[in-house]
């Protein structure tokens, strides 16, 4: 199922995975990433977690919501979620 061999996006997809339908927040992934260690260490895998988002969501393997619309990864301004591309 994942393709993938990039860390950041294997905690994407795994994230997703698990919740089936449901977005995620990037920053759920970013804690996945660094081990969910405590205070905010995690904080430094959110760009490479936001980076992968991006190319996923160029791929067409997820998309990127912005006020719970999708948004072309280029319009993805301040909060987003993440969820699998919907298939008809």
Partial sequence: ???S?????????NLLAER???SICPTEAARALAGHPE???WRG????VRLA???L??????????KGKPVPPEEARGVIRLRLTKLD
Avoid: Q, T, W
């Fill in 53 to 55: 988002a991006f190319r």
């Fill in 57 to 66: 969501a160029k791929a067409g393997r997820i998309e990127i919501l912005r």
């Fill in 20 to 22: 089936g339908d449901k």
């Fill in 45 to 48: 895998s959110l760009s490479p």
């Fill in 5 to 13: 061999s990039d860390p950041a996006e294997l905690a994407i997809l």
């Fill in 39 to 41: 205070g905010d260490k």
């Fill in 1 to 3: 199922m994942n393709a």
